[in-house]
């Protein structure tokens, strides 16, 4: 009797945490649809503008227990605002400092959901080698695709930085200090390996 417990409380265990492991869905961004576009006050009299992109990196999300994970890798070296002489000074040392420091992350586990969406993630961005709080407020996020077609998630996304956090002052106050972050995402879920 004793070992049909066993096997039972077993077999329990392990439909449980499949369980689980089902509700969790991980994702790979799509590099033709996740940029990150920039926004910060010029002279107090317009907006320089600019993006990165395509994005790197993975998602992990469970909507049921309210939970997930990301990891984005941005490389700096993908600057465009247009212009490409403002791209180069943008990129030296005194503000992205590109050659020692190419690539951004952003890391988070922090996930916020309202009414059964998401509505916020909360992690930590490192630029320059130094890593900040940061906050990214869902506009809109949904999936879409059903079985067998691989399932598509993404949104739009909305933070603010303030570029002396990172040690980059230049032009502090005629430029701004806050920089508006405004990202664009989709992924594609990974194909769960057969056993």
Same mark, same amino acid.
């Not at 049921?64 to 002489?85: H, W």
């Not at 050659?99 to 951004?104: K, V, Y």
């Given at each position: 009797?004793?070992?049909?417990?066993?096997? @039972?409380?077993c077999?329990?265990?392990?439909?449980?945490?499949s369980a689980?492991?089902a509700q969790?869905?991980t994702?790979?961004?799509?590099?033709?649809?996740?940029?990150?576009?920039f926004?910060?006050r010029h002279?107090?009299?317009s907006?320089?503008?600019g993006?990165f992109?395509?994005?790197r990196?993975?998602?992990?999300?469970?909507?049921?227990?309210?939970?997930?994970?990301?990891?984005?890798a941005?490389d700096?070296?993908?600057?465009?605002?247009?212009?490409?002489?403002?791209?180069?000074? $943008?990129?030296?040392?005194? $503000? @992205?400092?590109?050659?020692?420091?190419?690539?951004?992350?952003?890391?988070?586990?922090?996930?916020?959901?309202?009414?059964?969406h $998401? %509505?916020?993630?909360r992690?930590?961005?490192?630029?320059?080698?130094v890593?900040?709080?940061?906050?990214?407020? %869902?506009?809109?996020?949904a999936?879409?695709?059903?079985?067998?077609?691989?399932?598509?998630c993404?949104?739009?996304?909305?933070?603010?930085l303030?570029?002396?956090?990172?040690?980059?002052?230049?032009?502090?106050p005629?430029?701004a200090?806050?920089?508006?972050?405004?990202?664009?995402v989709e %992924? $594609?879920?990974?194909?769960?390996?057969?056993?």
């Amino acid at each position: 009797m004793k070992p049909r417990i066993s096997m @039972l409380l077993c077999m329990a265990g392990w439909l449980a945490a499949s369980a689980a492991q089902a509700q969790s869905q991980t994702f790979e961004l799509d590099p033709e649809h996740s940029f990150v576009q920039f926004e910060v006050r010029h002279f107090d009299t317009s907006t320089l503008r600019g993006r990165f992109g395509p994005l790197r990196g993975e998602v992990t999300i469970d909507p049921a227990a309210q939970r997930g994970q990301v990891g984005v890798a941005i490389d700096l070296r993908t600057l465009n605002t247009g212009f490409r002489p403002l791209d180069s000074r $943008l990129k030296e040392a005194d $503000l @992205l400092d590109i050659t020692t420091q190419p690539t951004a992350y952003f890391v988070a586990e922090r996930f916020r959901f309202e009414n059964g969406h $998401l %509505a916020e993630v909360r992690g930590e961005f490192t630029l320059r080698g130094v890593g900040v709080p940061l906050s990214l407020r %869902a506009r809109r996020f949904a999936c879409i695709g059903e079985p067998p077609q691989p399932r598509r998630c993404g949104g739009d996304f909305e933070g603010e930085l303030r570029r002396s956090d990172f040690g980059a002052t230049f032009g502090l106050p005629l430029i701004a200090d806050t920089v508006q972050l405004r990202l664009q995402v989709e %992924a $594609l879920q990974v194909p769960i390996p057969k056993p």
